[in-house]
């Protein structure tokens, strides 16, 4: 018999990566984080947002605001 993977919510995933709610909803929005919408709730299986995290989706990374301006700094500062 096929043991099927639980949907997660909002809370329940952001407990299991030990993360805030909001931290959730940036990721969904900022960095594409694995995330099914069913009406107006996100669900979540845990294996698909842990290999989003292993890949290193989850990293700060160029897509981020921060990491924009840092680049745009460096820039100026080479002129």
């Known amino acids: 018999m096929l043991m099927r993977e639980r949907w997660l919510s909002v809370g ?3 407990t ?3 993360v805030n709610p909001d931290t959730i909803y940036k990721w969904i929005d900022r960095k594409k984080l694995p995330a099914h919408k069913l009406g107006r709730l996100w669900k979540f299986l845990a294996s698909e947002v842990d ?3 292993k890949a290193g989706k989850a990293a700060v990374g160029s897509d981020s605001p921060t990491s924009k301006r840092k680049q745009a700094r460096k820039a100026s500062k080479k002129r």
Do not use: D, P, Q, V
């Open 16 to 18: 299991h990566l030990g």
């Open 51 to 53: 290999a989003w995290i």
């Open 12 to 14: 329940e995933i952001a």
